[in-house]
């Protein structure tokens, strides 16, 4: 009995011995999954903002700063998100601000300025899932005011034309949060003007002049001229035009000949010099045959003779029959 006491005792003991050892080495080996407590409007939280919501974060270039202005993709509905500042290794968040954004107009969020200490931009959100590889958040940053204040377009006047700013992405192609940024194009070096009528382009220039209406047909056309930027920017004049009416054919053959390449117009000009020639050489013709048949048949002397058959002529003598 006293042997079965002391198996007892010593199993025991052993027991004890392990769960210590157990114990001492989990608090000496780290989690590989630890929790991370981040700081977000002075609560401490997993994640920026609520976590029932769905959360999306990018890499934000270090030199960005201004007004950040917030739209959602097409064919989403209206929604409350909050727009976040957060450090590399995740442990600070910054509430930029917060507001119901739409897919129509952009919104203010307040200014965002990227340091050293605050590398990432975080979107919290309800009702904004996204596919894989397409953005679920638009964001544009607008450096002043002086720029333009974004409401469903960055609108300016731009070398006496109304019209708007198209902003240069500067996020990757991928990234669920799109980055876009809008600077000052005044004095911008202008790469190429294109011009286009229902979409379909017409022609282009070095300079941004007014649409040449050569290159419409009669009737009302929507047009539109991009200017492409140097700096990878573009401003876009949008406009109805009124091109008129005229002799059916004519705006189309005029049409035709701007819209052709110069090879192409070389041969209508050849074409349209040729067929002008013909014709001065058959009205030519024509008059010389109309001449000549006039004097074969003594048709003008006809007619000066009928002309003076009512004058009486000095030159008639009157004999008697029997002289």
Not at 104 to 111: E, Q, R, V
């Amino acid at each position: 009995m006293n042997k079965i006491k002391i198996n007892i005792l010593y199993g025991l003991i052993s027991l004890l011995i392990s769960f210590v050892w157990v114990s001492s080495a989990q608090a000496a080996t780290p989690s590989a999954n630890p929790a991370t407590s981040l700081q977000s409007t002075g609560s401490q939280q997993q994640g920026c903002g609520d976590p029932n919501n769905y959360q999306y974060s990018v890499t934000a270039p270090k030199d960005i700063t201004g007004g950040i202005f917030v739209r959602l993709p097409q064919k989403l509905n209206p929604s409350f998100v909050s727009l976040y500042l957060q450090d590399t290794l995740g442990h600070n968040c910054v509430l930029v601000g917060s507001a119901t954004v739409n897919s129509d107009t952009w919104t203010s969020l307040g200014n965002v300025s990227m340091t050293a200490g605050l590398t990432s931009m975080v979107i919290n959100g309800a009702n904004i899932g996204a596919e894989p590889y397409a953005a679920a958040v638009n964001t544009l940053i607008v450096p002043n005011s002086d720029v333009c204040v974004p409401s469903k377009n960055c609108t300016v006047n731009y070398k006496g034309f109304d019209g708007y700013i198209t902003p240069k992405l500067i996020s990757g192609d991928t990234d669920q949060i799109s980055i876009s940024t809008i600077t000052p194009i005044n004095g911008s070096a202008i790469k190429s003007v294109n011009y286009y009528s229902e979409n379909q382009f017409l022609y282009k220039t070095n300079t941004l002049e007014p649409f040449n209406n050569n290159y419409l047909n009669n009737g009302i056309h929507s047009t539109t001229i991009i200017v492409n930027f140097s700096n990878g920017q573009k401003f876009t004049i949008d406009r109805k035009i009124n091109a008129g009416q005229s002799w059916p054919g004519v705006a189309y053959i005029r049409t035709l000949y701007y819209k052709s390449s110069n090879q192409i117009k070389l041969f209508m000009l050849a074409g349209v010099f040729l067929i002008a020639g013909l014709l001065i050489i058959l009205i030519a013709r024509l008059i010389h045959r109309h001449t000549n048949y006039v004097r074969n048949h003594g048709l003008g002397q006809y007619h000066e003779l009928d002309i003076h058959k009512d004058e009486p002529s000095k030159d008639v003598v009157v004999k008697n029959i029997t002289d």
